[in-house]
């Protein structure tokens, strides 16, 4: 629709020779007098006039003097504001191809020469080497209502640079691209147009970016003797604006503590999540571009169908439109984008809708002006109408958030670009026309610029259609019963009330008609019905912001346990009708008959009182576990990745564990650092990851690490006698690293490497996943040769046949109790691994491995009963005090003992029993799980389902947009899954 | 102390079973064989203490209290239990050795509606995995296929055999229907979000699968010799009731869509197995008869919102229903199906009578599986498939047994766990 016309646009160089006619000057100004004047989100001036030339904005104020030669319009009651900025899209650049596989093997290897190693890493790519200017989209864009784009190749980690480009079809790559290099981008994400395997996780693209910082860090120094364009990429961007996509309100924070580490002042892409945990987006201090793609409501009509919704996605819903607001509450900086919407027309609705739900308009506008030219730098250029800008501004009919508001032109760099044309007459008004001896009743409403008809005699309706464009009305509408369609069109004069022309009868023959107006016309009255309202109501928050999630977080209360049968995991074993006082999230008194001073007693008379059980190996709670795009990813962390959101921790509550060590997987010899957490369900991943956590690392063996049970065949190594060498090589260079860095020589910075001499220097435990007997004792021997020893084998469901060996070597075992079969290398595991390995003095515990299991360890240790005839008080330590030594928290947790961690379960019946029920599972003093309160969520997800659907239904029901629904599918890990 | 007991144990069994692939099964029962003092679990609901129960030629001749007369060889087992053999229904034990080698699985076949496929000629007696069962009071189980719509034909046996004839306790019992869902997995390797979204293709697989079974009928009804469609004929039996139909299906819907689509197809006899909503659909579960397997309690909820502990109460709240129900674990590894008294166990932890509790796993899966007649609970004229446990074999601390019978032949409860178990520690007793 729109049309363009080359006013004072730069159309081509001065210095260009011209040829195709002669060289002439147009040095006339523009000049827009009685408009309501939006200079910037805070100074508006009413009847004010703006002067423009040469593509820039030469005077704006109440009156200005204009030159004679200046070309004037009237936009008498119409307004005009700096028009749009969006610096996150891929405007006009094209994403790279996505690279061919070749095979189902993966390639580890990078694919370039000269760069860095790893193809992800592209800061040396510059996205105006891939730069076509789209006149298509940049149409769409102009039409919701921007001006000017920031945009870049949306692929790979680092990005490379992008261009800063105004929206101006007239003026050439010369005048519209503003900058080449406005910015630098980067992601957690993958480049498309490679199929290197590295990193294969969120982990390892965060170790990967660090170590990235750091490498450019040691070639900027000198260091290097051989070439890498992509370290002096970056090195030479140094400066730049960074522009980081993190993509939700947790990977805000992962690319902020990047950015924080490297002092590099991310502006931080987020997810339009950042409501659920606003404090701690405050407390990142960074500057955010923020998308608003706020979701549409489900379809709830097919009851066997929403169930599949989980209550999370129904609060995103509902509450997820008052992001903005909540950011600009919180005095967060921050611009929008059309990012991640279908398309630019979808942005105006949405942006009504965070209006609706309170967003201030003049943060929108400077959301979408100031703001964003400030983040680059450039407020002297764009983003306000001060003099000196340049021209990019728009002509409204009205206050620009409001639902009715017509945008009629969107000016850049001095080019005008009708949108809606704007001395087209507003028509919506009631007509009446008289054709083949009838009067219709014809009513015109709706958007001023595309109204829409409605035709009737009466009651009965006639099905119409208009269009109505540069003043001609063309309106046909057809008699259902006799089939006759009736066809008019005519002009609208500008000073009269009606409109007339030339009807065309259904028999062929043409008249006159006019259409005329009736008084009482809906123009009259403001149409408000498609006015967006607030919402109805805004289901709180919890944390986590999902079914079963909490208001607050559980208060720290002193209580007094009496009468229970009391486990404590320490020599004193099991005490019968004994009372512990938890005071201040501790263990203070264990006794009979204790006084309870002030705590609240709870009557544990025939129950059980233990410590919560420790499970050494999950994989809940974490977003990846396995960093497999290398056969080492030491530099890798859990502690990155923890999810306290996973609804697996509440449910590992509800089966009486307080604490786990989140491992890495098993896909290669040397894996990634744990995290050790307590179960504070409620709380983010700081507060649940251990204070002066102990250092762990996770190792595997067999035939997970040598690939076998998967089509990969190009990764050392292949079998267990490779990876005895892997271990041997990369400990013999971190020897030589650490011995390097010890006596003061200058050293490359390596992450991995400094993990690995942690634990040569005995400041980091192993857990090492392991089956069979050869490899176990292969690991101890090597260990030995570098004089430290293995903390833990895990699994080690052969270590019954080594238990001697292992003993002497003095590491644990953490096993299951009677998994077997699954694989080749666990046809020997046998349920009695467990007792054997107790019976040799081997510190045991019982893990699980997996989501389920790990919620009634209890009857896992109780199997060791059975299986090997284990003591009941043993096989209790085999969940709480074993695993606490062998991950070395035991001072603090694993047994009651006055003096540690008040993290207790108070279980129904005998903890061993297949009968016992976790009634009350406490953590440091709070109460994380409690039966009772778990019955009352039930009740409260089922009444919020059902108040959230029916608001949906109602949305549908008013012609709201629906969408199918849809269910979480949540990814459960253990060892063996690579993501 | 304990020790020294230990090693000598060890001695004893050390000489006899190192080395064999599985044990011997044992002979038929030769003489009368009486229990004496132990608390029976008939696996009705009735607990008879101080019982005496007597079996000869492999059928339990007398069964109840201290003044039962005994006869024969006289097991004392004063203070302990003894409880029918636990019934272990659609698992694919005996057709997948170890689950990750391809070479060790057969169950699954290619094709999607291939009811002519059978378990039973498949189905290892030597496995190891289906000998780990017995030491764990798991004596009986289904040898189901898996996969596709209609993975095939299972039949039932008993783990003690030499090979698939020996073990055959009911040959060819069921196909097994694995029903549509409404809802599948996004794609997400070709671009689709993860997540569950509806299944557009249900309505036509549900109509293929009605499809099937018309022709099925059609081809029963007219000379079938004409054409030769193994299928079709595999199928036959569930129209007169000599096979059942086992759905597996989770959800309300897709329940009640299966249900009726068999019912107007005039298949017989339909299981649900899975059953994960049924306790939203008792009442019409109840008017059709149809009785649910359910998925073993030890499994997570389905989605974010549900309960904890959905798995550990819904046989309880079906059972409690009036439904007829039992557990199976057919998304388990195979190795786990040991565990079926434990699944039990942890449903009674939850509120159901603990002999309720035992006839998931015991006289409803018998009476599910048509079994009935011979198994499933201790009573005269049934056969002697049981055994006798130290403790409460439902709870995992004491469970263990010292004799184990199937059909009156006095099963080994040794396996190739136990004698490296054994083999070890004597190792390590000889070290010291």
């Known amino acids: ?979 | 102390m304990k020790k020294v007991t230990l090693f000598i144990t060890l001695c004893l069994f050390a000489v006899g079973f190192i080395g064999t692939a599985q044990q011997t099964p044992a002979p038929k029962q030769s003489e009368v064989i009486t229990i004496k003092g132990a608390t029976a679990h008939i696996g009705n609901g009735n607990v008879i203490e101080n019982s005496v129960i007597v079996f000869e030629n492999g059928t339990i001749t007398a069964i109840g209290g201290s003044t039962t007369g005994t006869q024969g060889r006289v097991i004392d087992a004063t203070g302990k239990h003894v409880y029918p053999g636990f019934i272990a229904p659609t698992k694919s034990l005996g057709l997948v050795e170890v689950d990750a080698v391809r070479p060790s699985d057969d169950q699954d076949e290619l094709g999607e509606m291939i009811p002519n496929v059978r378990s039973l000629i498949a189905y290892n007696a030597e496995s190891k995995v289906v000998e780990s069962m017995r030491p764990n009071g798991v004596l009986i189980g289904q040898t189901t296929p898996n996969g596709g719509r209609i993975s095939g034909t299972s039949s039932i046996v008993q783990f003690d055999a030499w090979n698939w004839e020996d073990a055959a306790i009911k040959t060819d019992d069921g196909i097994h229907l694995h029903w549509p869902n409404t809802f599948r997995r996004g794609r997400w390797w070709v671009g689709e979000p993860r997540g569950w979204q509806p299944n557009k293709d249900y309505q036509e697989d549900v109509t293929s699968v009605r499809q099937f079974l018309l022709n099925a009928k059609a081809y029963g009804d007219g000379n079938a010799s004409e054409a030769n469609n193994e299928s079709f004929k595999a199928t036959q039996g569930v129209f007169d009731g000599s096979k059942k139909v086992f759905v597996y299906a989770h959800g309300e819907k897709e329940m009640i869509d299966a249900v009726t689509a068999l019912k107007e197809s005039g298949v017989q006899d339909v299981v649900v197995v899975g059953g994960y909503e049924a306790h939203k659909i008792i009442p019409f579960l109840k008017k059709n008869s149809i009785p649910v397997l359910v998925r073993e309690p030890h499994s997570l909820p389905y989605r974010e919102d549900d309960d904890y502990d959905h798995s550990y109460k819904l046989p309880k709240l079906l059972a409690e229903g009036g439904v007829l129900v039992g557990i199976q674990n057919e998304d388990m590894a195979n190795f786990q199906t040991r565990n079926m008294a434990f699944y039990a166990g942890h449903v009674a932890g939850q509120g159901l009578e603990k002999e309720e509790a035992l006839k998931l796993i015991t006289s409803n899966s018998a009476k599910i599986l048509g079994i009935d007649d011979r198994y499933g609970t201790l009573e005269t004229g049934k056969s002697a498939t049981l055994f006798v446990s130290e403790g409460d074999a439902l709870d995992m601390r004491t469970n263990k047994l010292t004799h184990a019978f199937i059909d009156g032949r006095e099963i080994s409860l040794e396996t190739h766990q136990t004698e490296l178990w054994k083999r070890y520690m004597d190792k390590y007793e000889r070290e010291q």
Request: hydrophobic share 35%.
């Open chain 1, 1 to 979: 629709m729109a049309f363009f016309v080359g006013i004072f646009s730069a159309s081509a160089q001065e210095y260009f020779p011209k040829n195709d006619g002669l060289k002439e000057k147009n040095t006339n100004y523009t000049l827009f007098t009685n408009a309501t004047i939006h200079v910037s989100p805070t100074q508006v001036i009413r009847k004010g006039s703006l002067l423009i030339k040469d593509g820039k904005v030469a005077e704006v104020g109440r009156s200005v003097s204009a030159p004679e030669n200046s070309l004037a319009i009237d936009l008498e009651g119409k307004h005009i504001y700096p028009s749009f900025i969006d610096l996150y899209t891929d405007f006009s650049v094209e994403k790279p191809k996505r690279a061919e596989g070749s095979g189902r093997s993966p390639v580890y290897e990078s694919t370039r020469e000269g760069f860095y190693w790893n193809d992800h890493i592209m800061p040396e790519k510059d996205a105006i080497n891939s730069y076509e200017y789209d006149k298509k989209s940049a149409d769409e864009y102009r039409k919701a209502g921007f001006g000017v784009l920031g945009t870049h190749v949306m692929d790979g980690i680092a990005r490379g640079s992008g261009m800063l480009v105004a929206l101006n079809d007239e003026g050439g790559d010369a005048a519209r691209i503003l900058d080449d290099r406005a910015a630098q981008f980067f992601s957690f994400e993958k480049s498309r147009a490679s199929r290197q395997s590295y990193p294969t996780s969120l982990m390892g693209a965060m170790a990967l970016l660090r170590q990235f910082y750091w490498d450019a860090e040691w070639y900027a120094e000198g260091n290097s003797d051989s070439k890498d364009r992509s370290l002096e990429a970056l090195n030479a961007n140094k400066g730049m604006v960074s522009i980081f996509e993190a993509g939700s309100k947790d990977n805000n924070l992962r690319a902020d503590k990047i950015s924080d580490q490297f002092n590099l002042n991310y502006i931080i892409v987020g997810g339009g999540d950042e409501y659920e945990w606003i404090d701690k987006i405050k407390a990142s201090n960074a500057k955010y571009i923020i998308p608003i793609n706020f979701p549409d409501a489900y379809d709830v009509s097919n009851p066997y169908a929403a169930k599949y919704i989980s209550l999370a996605d129904m609060r995103e819903w509902n509450q997820a439109p008052m992001n903005p607001k909540a950011l600009d509450e919180n005095d967060i900086t921050f611009a929008l984008t059309t990012f991640e919407l279908k398309k630019p027309s979808e942005f105006k609705d949405k942006l009504m809708k965070a209006i609706a739900y309170g967003l201030n308009k003049e943060t929108a506008l400077a959301a979408l002006t100031t703001v964003p030219a400030a983040l680059l730098g450039k407020s002297n250029e764009l983003g306000s109408l001060e003099k000196g800008r340049y021209a990019n501004f728009l002509i409204t009919s009205g206050d620009i958030f409001d639902k009715s508001t017509t945008l009629f032109e969107n000016w850049v760099q001095g080019t005008k670009n009708v949108i809606n044309t704007l001395d087209q007459k507003d028509i919506r008004g009631n007509y009446k026309i008289t054709a083949g001896g009838k009067t219709y009743d014809v009513a015109i409403s709706g958007d001023a610029a595309k109204p829409s008809s409605e035709v009737k005699i009466g009651e009965t309706s006639y099905p119409s259609k208009l269009d109505y464009s540069d003043n001609w009305v063309s309106l046909s509408f057809t008699d259902e019963k006799t089939k006759e369609v009736f066809r008019t069109t005519g002009i609208v004069p500008k000073d009269e009330q009606n409109f007339s022309g030339r009807l065309l009868l259904p028999d062929g023959s043409e008249t006159e008609f006019t259409a005329t107006r009736q008084k009482g016309s809906t123009e009259d009255k403001k149409d408000d019905a498609d006015e967006d309202e607030g919402p109805s109501e805004i289901v709180p928050l919890t944390y986590p912001n999902i079914g079963y999630g909490y208001a607050t977080t559980p208060k720290q209360q002193n209580v007094l346990f009496r009468n229970a049968t009391v486990w404590t995991s320490e020599d004193a074993g099991v005490l019968e009708g004994t009372d512990v006082l938890v005071k201040n999230g501790k263990i203070a008194a264990i006794g009979k008959n204790l006084g309870a001073g002030g705590a609240k007693v709870i009557d544990a008379t025939g129950k059980h009182l233990t410590a919560g059980i420790i499970d050494e190996h999950s994989h809940i709670a974490a977003l990846a576990i396995n960093e497999a795009g290398h056969n080492s990813s030491a530099e890798v962390t859990i502690e990155d990745v923890v999810d306290p959101e996973d609804i697996n921790i509440y449910r590992n509550l509800a089966g009486g564990v307080t604490s786990i060590q989140i491992l890495h997987g098993s896909a290669n010899p040397i894996g990634g650092r744990s995290a050790i957490i307590k179960l504070k369900w409620s709380e983010d991943a700081d507060a649940m990851i251990y204070d002066n956590s102990p250092k762990f690392i996770k190792f595997a063996l067999g035939e997970n690490v040598k690939q076998s049970n998967w089509q990969s065949y190009s990764r050392f190594p292949q079998t267990r006698m490779g990876v005895e060498q892997v271990y041997m090589n990369y400990f013999t260079r971190a020897k030589e690293y650490d011995a390097k860095k010890k006596s003061g020589q200058p050293v490359r910075y390596d992450e991995e490497m400094e993990v690995l001499a942690e634990i040569l220097n005995g400041e980091r435990y192993i857990s090492c996943h392991s089956y069979v007997q050869s490899e176990i004792n292969m690991l101890m021997k090597v260990a030995e040769k570098f004089d430290f020893r293995v903390n833990t084998f895990t699994h080690i469901l052969e270590g019954y046949k080594v238990a001697d060996k292992m003993a002497e070597h003095g590491v644990g075992g953490s096993t299951f109790s009677d998994w077997w079969a699954y694989k080749f290398e666990v046809n020997d595991a046998i349920p009695y691994n467990a007792a054997i390995m107790n019976s040799q003095g081997v510190t045991v515990a019982i893990n699980s491995d997996d989501a389920e299991m790990s919620r009634r360890l209890n009857q896992e240790a109780a199997k060791t009963v059975k299986y090997g005839g284990v003591s009941e008080e043993e096989a209790w330590k085999m969940v709480t005090i074993n695993p606490a030594k062998l991950l070395h928290i035991d001072a603090r947790v694993g047994s009651i003992k006055e003096g540690k961690d008040a993290d207790l379960v108070l279980w129904s019946d005998h903890p061993l029993s297949v009968y016992a029920k976790a009634e009350k599972t406490m953590i440091e003093g709070r109460t994380y799980f409690d039966l009772e309160k778990d019955n009352d969520m039930r009740t409260k997800i089922d009444s919020e389902r059902n108040k959230l659907m029916k608001m949906m239904l109602s949305e549908k029901n008013g012609g709201g947009k629906t969408r199918p629904p849809r269910g979480k599918d949540k990814q459960y890990f253990e060892c063996e899954t690579i993501n």
